[in-house]
C-alpha cells in the first residue's frame, strides 16, 4: 500500500497534468486560429488582402499547433513518468537542500554494486561517498607487501563513473586491534619506532599515491584518543612507541603524495566531556608543529536522547577559533541505546543479546523523537557551516547500518532512510530544518544593519 502522503503527491501531481491538458486543448479545437490569429493577422483591409491574411494566419496557426502538440505529449508521457519516478523517493534531494552549505555524504560498501534501487537512493541525495571497510588497512595489506586493491578500485571506479566524490577511509587506524598484527610486531618483538614510521610511510604513499587526486579527502588517522577523561592517546603500541608524533608523521606523509586532498583526523565521542579536551589538544599540538591537517572527522554515532548537543556546540566553536574544518563523518543515531553493553563490568550484555524491541518496527513517537534530535543537529551543523565541511550519514538506509549488528544483533532504525528506502519523519525534519536555516539567513542579510 503506498502511505498517504504519496497518495497525495500522486493526486497533485495527475491534477496538476489534468489542468495543463485542459489549457492546451483548445489550440486544436480552432479556437486558437479563430480568436488570436485572424483576429491579429486580420485586421481591417480589402477582402483581397484579407485572404492574403487568412493565408498567414492558418501558417502562424500550423507553426504553432506543432509546437503545442509537442508540448501536449511532453505534457502526457512526461508526467505520468514523473509520478511513477517519484514513487520511490518523491522528495527534496538531500544534497540540493544543503548545496553551498556543506558537502553531504555517506559511508557505504558494496551494496551499491549489488541493489540498483541503493544506488537510486545514494546518487539523489548524496555527492561524497566513504568506503565503509575495503580500504581499510587489514583489507588492503592484510600481510607486509601484499598489497590488495580490487575493492578499493571497484568503488573509486563506481565513484567516477557517477559523479562522486571520495573520502578514503583510513590510512592509520590506531587501535591495536584494528591494525594488521604483522605492523606491530618485528623478530618476534614489539616493532621499534623506525619500523614502525617505515611501515607507515609504506603503507600510506602506496594507498594515498595509488589514487591521486581521485580521492578528495583523507581520514587519514583514525581514532587514536583514549575514552574518557583518563588519558589523551589510546594505550597502544603506536603510542607507546612514537607518541603523538606518529600523528604527525602520519599526516606528513599523506601531504606529499596528496597535494590537494583535505587531510582529516577522525574520532568517536569527541563532543563528550573527556574527549573533546584530548581533541582540542591534539589539534592544538598538530598545528604547533605545522602538521598538515585541515580537518577533525566527529563520528557522529549517536544515541537516541543522548547527544552532547553543548558538547558539540563549543568543539564547533573551539574548532572554528583553531580555523580547522569539521567534518561529521559516520552520523546515525541509534534508537536502541547500546550503553548498557559496556556498563556495570558488561553485567547485562546476556540480557541485551537477547533484547530485539523493534523488530516489527520502529514506534512513531521514537521515529518522532529521533526526527526532532537530527533537526537539533542540523540546526548547530547550519550555525556553524562555515566550519562544517561535509556530514556524512554511516550508511544508507536503516537496513544497511552496522547498528543491526553492533554491540549485538538486533533491527535497528538509526538513519533518514527505512528498509523500504523511503524517507523517514527523521528526513522531513532535516530538510525542513536546512530549508528554514536559509531563509533565516537570508532574511537576515536582508535586514538593515542597524535593524535590532
Ligand atoms: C568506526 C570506524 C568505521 C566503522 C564504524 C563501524 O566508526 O571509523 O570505519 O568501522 O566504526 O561501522
Known sequence: ??????????????????????????????????????????????????????????????????????LLIIVLVGNPCMVRSTRADDVGSLKLAVAGRFKIGVGTNRDLVDHPQDRALLLRHFDIVTPENCMKPQVVQPFEGDFRFDLGDAFVKFAEEHGLKVVGHC?????????????????????????????????IQTVAGRYGDRISEWDVVNEALSDGSDGYLRDTLWARVAGEDFIVRAFEYTREVAPNALLVYNDYNVDTDGKRDSLIRLVQSLKQKNTPIDA?????????????????????????????????????????????????????????????PYKDGCPPEILQRQAEQYAKLFELFCRYDDVVERVSFWNLHDGQSWLNYFPWDRVNHPLLFDRNRMPKPAYHAVIRTVRQSILKASHLEELPSNAN
Open 1 to 70: 500500500m503506498q502511505p498517504k502522503s504519496q497518495k497525495y503527491r500522486c493526486l497533485a501531481s495527475l491534477s496538476r497534468f489534468a489542468i495543463v491538458a485542459i489549457k492546451l486543448c483548445p489550440s486544436f479545437l480552432g479556437f486558437v486560429y479563430c480568436h488570436e490569429y485572424q483576429a491579429d493577422v486580420c485586421g481591417v483591409g480589402s477582402h483581397f488582402y484579407k485572404g492574403i491574411h487568412h493565408v498567414i494566419a492558418l501558417r502562424l496557426f500550423a507553426r504553432d499547433a506543432i509546437f503545442r502538440t509537442g
Open 171 to 203: 590510512l592509520v587506524w590506531a587501535d591495536s586491534g584494528k591494525t594488521p598484527s604483522w605492523w606491530m610486531t618485528e623478530n618476534g618483538q614489539p616493532t621499534s619506532k623506525e619500523t614502525l614510521f617505515r611501515r607507515m610511510k609504506t603503507h
Open 296 to 356: 577533525v572527522g566527529l563520528q557522529g554515532h549517536y544515541e537516541l536522547d543522548a547527544i552532547a548537543y553543548e558538547g558539540l556546540g563549543s568543539m564547533l566553536e573551539a574548532m572554528r577559533q583553531l580555523q580547522v574544518k569539521v567534518i561529521i563523518s559516520e552520523l546515525d543515531i541509534d534508537v536502541i541505546p547500546r550503553s548498557r553493553w559496556w556498563a556495570d563490568n558488561n553485567r547485562h550484555r546476556d540480557e541485551l543479546k537477547s533484547s530485539n
